[in-house]
């Protein structure tokens, strides 16, 4: 009995550390590509920390590491601006919880990795679209299917393409590594 508890103990904490690392890595990435933020917004570098997360951790850690992360570089660094970082927030939410909970439903097979990020990378973007079309609706504004299409599609394509390239090597490392939390 004693051993489970410190097992959980030992899993929560690892969970925690990591949680935090990628909580600190959301807020130093996005300062790679801060100099020039057209190509900060195509690669998405705030997206990378939380969907790791994600995989790490599970989603509820994904979930608040995605959510936070906008908000507080926000609040510490004016970018993304406020307006921007709540849909984000829910946005990037998302693809923590989702690649999370599917990476852990989902057989231990390597498909199962692009897949649980494909999913996540889709419902966040939809979820981005819903959040940005209520905002909208509550500033007396419109946010129409073309600016969802180009900001949710379009304009994403290089961060899309360095997502499903990136995130499934690194999380395929850290399964060899046994830096992977499963409960």
């Known amino acids: 009995m004693e051993k489970t508890n410190l097992s959980k103990r030992n899993s929560l904490l690892r969970k925690t550390v990591y949680a935090a690392l990628f ?3 959301a ?6 590509t801060g100099q020039i933020p057209e190509i900060g917004a195509a690669l998405s570098p705030l997206h990378i920390p939380a969907i790791l997360c994600g995989f790490v951790c599970g989603w509820p850690w994904g979930l608040v590491v995605g959510f936070l992360s906008p908000l507080m570089r926000s609040l510490l660094f004016i970018m ?14 998302t693809y923590g919880a989702v690649s ?3 990476y852990r439903l989902l057989p231990a097979k390597k498909w199962a990795i692009y897949v649980s990020l494909v ?3 889709t ?5 981005w679209g819903l959040v940005r079309f209520v905002l909208a609706g509550l500033e007396h504004s419109t946010f129409p299917f073309s600016a969802f ?3 949710a599609v379009l304009d994403a394509v290089p961060g899309i393409i360095l997502h499903i390239v990136l995130i499934p090597l690194l999380v395929m490392a850290f399964e060899r590594a046994h830096i992977i939390v499963r409960d």
């Open 23 to 25: 909580l600190a890595l």
């Open 80 to 93: 993304p601006p406020m307006h921007s970082a709540i849909p984000m927030a829910f946005e990037i939410g």
């Open 100 to 102: 999370g909970l599917l």
């Open 123 to 127: 419902a966040g973007r939809l979820v």
């Open 149 to 151: 299409l180009a900001g």
């Open 119 to 121: 999913t996540a990378m």
């Open 27 to 32: 807020m130093v990435l996005p300062f790679l």
